[in-house]
């Protein structure tokens, strides 16, 4: 029923997400609630673009930027982007290990050696359509924080004002407020974003724009593919935010009126958890974070592997497919999940590598911002399909929104 923008929502709350959420409840209690209000139409807005850039150009960014910026400076910036991604990945899986060895207790290496596998045995052998239609399942885990809010007692009204004010703390730990930002504007989720579009167009056109039952769709016309994603963009976007305002609900009430307010393992993220699940709160909370993360990973891995493949000029790639069809993709992929799953051996500990890889999405965030602001702009690629006022308007608000943060960030810690 729903396209790339659904999933891709799913994955941005991936354990990065719930770690940093949690921490930024426990630490803060409800001052970051403003922040979901503020970004959920930013987001829809950086997710559009991207989907409609893709659409109509039926390419994703990197060949979008080729000959439109200084190339070693896209070189540059696409290696930054495969780290930070890299990176990301071994805090997630690093993450899902601690987490499963709540309910059973293999040594770490183990259970991220089980993750890798799995992750790339569905990269490899099954589309990544075919894989998250049922993985996704597992991320209705995460609506326990919304029956956890319920079924405590919580001052609906102090929450309604902490949503509606801004609160801001002067204080290097507030700096959290940028790893927020970061996780919840991802720059993997745009890359995403463009790169599934094509590839959906691409099935689509194969197809001859049919649906399962051979009716047409008219999904071949660009006007009405754009409809239907910004359908499914508005209520996947809506779905991660307001996700992620439970989470820091939740941990405010659990966590930070209790005293707890400094996360470090799974194990104490999975009390906010408690009230509703008691002795199976670790249970509930591995499910989310293992559904999410098995979501997200072979977005974060495929994201970078696309970025890579288009800055190679890689005549075949992409998730669709097969590894006999394209090779030196699923060598890439497998090198970069791999590679960040060696990340977390560093002994940084798990929880504050989730935070770590926010900040480094934040980071990147503003240069992506830009160039996405520069290719939906531009007449000659776009034609009638460039960016309204509306669009202009939050896009830079985005962007500002984020060199702002970045700013305050480098001031205050």
């Not at 200084?70 to 930054?80: A, F, H, T």
């Not at 309910?103 to 099954?126: C, H, N, R």
């Not at 779905?239 to 799974?266: C, E, H, Q, R």
């Not at 980071?363 to 992506?368: E, K, R, S, T, Y």
């Amino acid at each position: 029923m729903f396209g790339p923008g659904l999933v891709t929502a799913a994955s941005d709350d991936d354990p990065s997400g719930i770690a940093t959420y949690t921490e930024a409840g426990a630490a803060f209690g409800l001052s970051f609630l403003w922040v979901f209000l503020l970004t959920l139409p930013l987001m829809i807005a950086v997710q559009e673009a991207s989907a409609r850039l893709a659409l109509v150009t039926k390419h994703g960014y990197v060949k979008n930027l080729r000959g439109r910026v200084w190339e070693p400076l896209l070189w540059v910036g696409v290696i930054l982007f495969v780290l930070v991604n890299a990176f990301n990945i071994g805090a997630d899986v690093q993450f899902m290990a601690a987490s499963a060895s709540l309910l059973y207790p293999l040594p770490s290496w183990a259970w991220m050696t089980i993750f890798i596998m799995v992750t790339l045995g569905f990269q490899i052998f099954l589309t990544y359509k075919e894989y998250s239609r049922y993985l996704k399942w597992l991320c209705l885990s995460l609506f326990a924080y919304v029956a956890v809010a319920f079924s405590i007692h919580i001052n609906w009204m102090d929450v309604a004002l902490a949503t509606l004010v801004p609160t801001i703390h002067i204080s290097g730990e507030f700096g959290l407020l940028f790893a927020v930002l970061g996780t919840t504007i991802s720059p993997y989720v745009m890359v995403w974003q463009a790169a599934q579009e094509v590839e959906q167009d691409k099935a689509d056109r194969k197809d001859g724009c049919v649906d399962e039952d051979g009716n047409p769709t008219g999904l071949c016309n660009t006007d009405e593919e754009l409809y239907e994603r910004r359908v499914d963009i508005g209520i996947g976007m809506t779905f991660s935010n307001v996700i992620a305002w439970f989470i820091v609900v939740t941990a405010a009430y659990v966590l930070f009126a209790n005293g707890m307010k400094d996360v470090t393992s799974p194990a104490e993220a999975a009390l906010v958890l408690a009230p509703i699940a008691g002795n199976y709160a670790s249970l509930l909370f591995t499910l989310g974070v293992i559904g999410t993360g098995m979501l997200g990973v072979p977005i974060l891995a495929g994201s970078a592997a696309y970025a890579l493949a288009a800055l190679f000029k890689m005549k075949k790639s992409g998730l669709s497919k097969t590894w006999k069809q394209a090779p030196l993709f699923y060598v890439i992929l497998v090198v970069i999940t791999i590679g960040g799953a060696c990340a977390p051996f560093f002994g940084v500990n798990p929880v504050k590598a989730l935070i770590y890889a926010a900040l480094g999405n934040a980071l990147l965030a503003p240069l992506l911002l830009l160039s996405i602001i520069r290719l939906t702009n531009d007449k000659k690629l776009m034609g009638r399909f460039v960016n309204g006022r509306l669009s202009n308007v939050l896009l830079w608000v985005t962007f500002l929104l984020m060199s702002a943060s970045l700013v305050f960030w480098i001031v205050v810690r």
